[in-house]
């Protein structure tokens, strides 16, 4: 079990740094879209960073939690429109 979750960590960490690297703030800079999404890429970051702090101590459930909550902000961002990704592929649920 702890092979899987440990398989599953560093799975949802490569996904989340792929999906911030390919996600682009979609509504034109200076709007509050604009705010709105780089609120929510600074989140997905943020999370990121956490994530990878958890997981360098070994604490595989909390770098789980992280990666996830941070991708989740990605994606929700992605179906409301605030940010550019792609449509293909396994990085976003659009």
């Given amino acids: 079990m702890a092979a899987d979750l440990e398989e ?3 799975r949802y960490g490569e996904l989340l740094g792929a999906a911030l690297e390919e ?7 200076g709007t509050p879209m604009a705010e709105a999404a780089d609120d929510c890429y600074e989140m997905a970051e943020s999370y990121l960073e956490d994530g990878t702090h958890f997981r360098e101590a070994g604490d595989l459930v ?11 902000w990605l994606d929700a961002g992605a179906r409301v429109g605030l940010f550019d990704v792609p449509t293909e592929g396994h990085l976003f649920t659009v």
């Fill in 23 to 29: 996600a682009s703030v979609a509504p034109p800079a």
């Fill in 8 to 10: 599953k960590t560093d």
């Fill in 62 to 72: 909390n770098a789980l939690a992280s990666f996830s909550y941070g991708h989740a």
